[in-house]
């Protein structure tokens, strides 16, 4: 299973970007899916997960109501529509994929597959 990110750029405070992972050698449909971040000299945290059915969606605090996770099975992608963006936000973007199906987690060690990361600036 190979995951590959893309989308990230740089953008002003206020802004809007999607993030989109490419999923091959499987389907997304097999995987919980997650996007985390790592921001500048700061650990990975957990930003948003979704489902393997794509019906169930769960988000860090910090970007509830901004960020939203979508999966597209046609295309088997998972995207990140990212709004109202901050200069916080600003963080290397990271795709995984959790084989054990379970919604709601949050911890990266949980993850088993994950994409190369993209960069993210936002600019005040």
């Known amino acids: 299973v190979q995951l590959q990110a893309s989308g990230g750029g740089w953008v002003q405070a206020g802004g809007s970007l999607t993030l989109s992972c490419s999923v091959s050698?499987?389907?997304?449909?097999?995987?919980?899916m997650g996007w985390f971040r790592q921001p500048p000299e700061k650990e990975r945290e957990f930003v948003a997960g979704i489902s393997w059915s794509g019906t169930v969606t769960w988000y860090s605090d910090l970007v509830k109501g901004r960020f939203t996770i979508s999966t597209d099975k046609a295309r088997n992608l998972v995207n990140l529509q990212m709004n109202t963006l901050k200069p916080e936000d600003t963080a290397v973007y990271y795709c995984?994929?959790?084989?054990?199906?379970?919604?709601?987690?949050?911890?990266?060690?949980?993850?088993?597959?994950w994409g190369q990361g993209t960069q993210v600036t936002v600019s005040s």
């Open positions: 050698g499987s389907t997304i449909s097999s995987y919980v």
């Open positions: 995984a994929a959790d084989t054990s199906r379970r919604v709601g987690v949050l911890a990266g060690s949980d993850y088993d597959y």
